[in-house]
């Protein structure tokens, strides 16, 4: 079987949540403390092994290019003003993998933005990380996700509990009703999937379980790509061919426990600033004795 090693990572979207800020500058580069979004996704896959990596990009994405790129002028002044940790943070972006690049040039969904990995892919497993989605768990969803895959030579894909009345925002997973052991809150938290639905509402969805944005993928969800069709808001969704792959071959899923923010959503990503800035050694200690004061002034007993 062959190992996965390649990592797509779609980041094409236009980041309509959080205009003004990404009229000009892309969602993926807003900073969560003092990385852009995208390198802590680009490091989880690292981590996971996965160092050949592709990103799909679109317009107004070129500073998403430049990021992972060498700045000779900017290592040159801090070499000489003798900024040395500065320069190795800057250096260290730039040499965490292969990355290549290619531009999704219509915004047709995710299901699209995957499909124009094909080239770069070819005929082998692969992995993706939506750029939305942050996990700070030292890539271990990652990790039991390509574990599932060699054990089990077919495509797995994150899930997580939600509330029922979130699930109409999510992709939606029915479990195997005979998956004995591997419910979401069994030990490994492995489960088979029967069927999934894109975006059900409330009372027709067949669980509370949501997919999140980590997949691993068999080559055969680019056939699936090419013969779905324009689904909700005329995009071709991502769900639907994972869909129809179920008709040909078993998908397992993995539960995502601790450390996940969806950094497409204000609160959330407020949150992971609020919270990676506080497990911080540099900047916990002083930042949470100010939160701590500042909560206590704004809400007292």
Known sequence: ??????????????????????????????????????????????RAGLTD????????KRAIEDHFDRNFELEHFLDNAGKHDLLKE???????????????????????????????VGDEPFAVLLADDLMID????????LDVHELQGRSCIAFSEVSPEEISSYGCVEPMPSASGTGPG????????????????RDQAPSNLAIIGRYVFTPEIF??????????????QLTDAIAMLLEN?????????????????????????????????????????????????????
């Open 90 to 120: 800057v250096q260290f972006a730039s040499d965490l993998a292969d990355i290549h690049y290619v531009r999704q040039r219509d915004p047709l969904g995710l299901g699209h933005a995957v499909s124009v990995a094909r080239h770069h």
């Open 1 to 46: 079987m062959t190992r996965v090693r390649k990592a797509v990572i779609p980041a094409a979207g236009l980041g309509t949540r959080f205009l003004p800020a990404t009229k000009s500058s892309p969602k993926e580069m807003l900073p969560v403390v003092d990385k852009p979004a995208i390198q802590y996704v680009v490091e989880e896959a690292v």
């Open 138 to 145: 030292d890539s271990a969803l990652l990790r039991s996700m």
């Open 249 to 301: 071959e078993s998908v397992f899923g993995c539960n995502c426990g601790q450390g996940r923010y969806d950094v497409g959503q204000k609160i959330d990503f407020l949150r992971a600033n609020v919270e990676i800035a506080l497990d911080r050694a540099d900047l916990g200690p002083a930042f949470g004795e100010w939160l701590r004061a500042y909560v206590a002034g704004r809400w007292p007993e």
């Open 53 to 60: 990596i592709l990103i799909i990009t679109g317009r107004n």
């Open 223 to 236: 056939t699936m790509l090419d013969l779905i069709v324009p689904g909700r808001g005329g995009e071709l």
């Open 186 to 201: 069994s030990e490994d938290g492995v489960i088979e999937i029967r069927r999934v639905v894109e975006k059900p509402p």
